[in-house]
C-alpha cells in the first residue's frame, strides 16, 4: 500500500493551531471532515473515539510523531490526514519529547487487512530518520504531498 492510497492530500494541515493532543486530533478529523472524506454527522464521535482510544494509550510514538488512529463505521476505505507542528505537541510520547508529525489514521470497521497495510506503511517510514527529517520541515501542503508521492514512487530515497 502506497501513501497515495490512504492520504487525503488535500487535508493536510501543514501548520496545526491547536497547542494540546485532543485539539490536534480533533482538527485533523474536522480536516477530513469538510473534504467530505467521513460520513455527515460522524466528526464529533470520530474525535471523541480517537481522544478515548489515546487515553487508553498514547500513539506518541517518540522521535517528534504520533499516528492516532481507530477504526469506526462513518469510512468505508482507510483515509489519513497528516499535521504539523512547528511549536511541538505534548502526546505524552514514549521518550517525552513533542511531537511535530501527526499521521491521523480512520479505518473501516470490517476490514482489519486495509488498516493493517496502511499503519506498515506509515510506520516503516516513520523509523526512517531521514524520512521524519524532510517531513517535520514541509511547511506547505505542496511539499507533504511531493514527499509523499515521492516516497511513493521510489522509497530508497528518503532511507
Avoid: W
Avoid at 88 to 108: A, E, H
Amino acid at each position: 500500500m502506497k501513501f497515495a492510497d490512504f492520504i487525503c492530500f488535500e487535508t493536510v494541515v501543514p501548520e496545526l493551531q491547536a497547542t494540546d493532543r485532543n485539539g490536534v486530533i480533533a482538527e485533523l478529523v474536522s480536516s477530513l471532515d469538510k473534504a467530505g472524506a467521513l460520513r455527515k454527522g460522524s466528526c464529533k464521535e470520530i474525535t471523541e473515539a480517537i481522544i478515548q482510544r489515546e487515553n487508553e494509550a498514547s500513539t506518541g510514538m517518540g522521535k517528534g510523531v504520533a499516528v492516532p488512529h481507530v477504526n469506526h463505521s462513518a469510512v468505508k476505505d482507510v483515509v489519513a490526514v497528516i499535521g504539523q507542528s512547528s511549536a511541538g505537541i505534548d502526546f505524552s510520547s514514549l521518550d517525552k519529547q513533542p511531537v511535530y508529525s501527526v499521521v491521523l489514521l480512520i479505518s473501516p470497521v470490517d476490514n482489519p487487512d486495509r488498516h493493517l497495510q496502511a499503519m506498515e506503511n506509515v510506520f516503516r517510514h516513520l523509523q526512517r530518520e531521514k524520512f521524519r527529517k524532510f517531513l517535520r520541515q514541509c511547511r506547505t501542503v505542496e511539499q507533504v504531498e511531493d514527499l509523499l508521492r515521492e516516497t511513493d514512487e521510489n522509497p530508497s530515497l528518503v532511507i
